[in-house]
């Protein structure tokens, strides 16, 4: 919870593991309670001779006036989360 009082939530749930292969799993994004979008993803595992090559697919549905910021956001966000795990890896 933000000091202003607002809250986001992530609600998220494994379908798929396949250890070294893959993860499949959906999630929705509350703010204050209201859902803004419910997303599936899945995370593609592949060795190379560098490493491993990561895949990243996810479908993503903006609720109720969500998408007209929501989907560039979301896109956004991902690309730091896996640019900043991809630094860390590298380690």
């Not at 992530?10 to 999630?27: K, L, S, T």
């Not at 993803?41 to 090559?53: F, S």
């Amino acid at each position: 919870m933000l000091e202003d009082g607002t809250r986001t939530t992530f609600v998220g749930h494994y379908h798929d593991i396949v250890p070294n292969e893959r993860i499949v799993y959906a999630y929705d994004v509350l703010f204050n309670d209201e859902r803004l979008s419910v997303s599936l993803a899945t995370v593609e595992l592949e060795p190379v001779t560098a490493g491993t090559r990561l895949v990243f697919t996810e479908h993503l549905v903006c609720l109720d006036g969500y998408e007209d910021s929501g989907a560039q956001s979301r896109i956004s966000g991902t690309e730091t989360h896996l640019d900043r795990l991809g630094k860390y890896v590298q380690q």
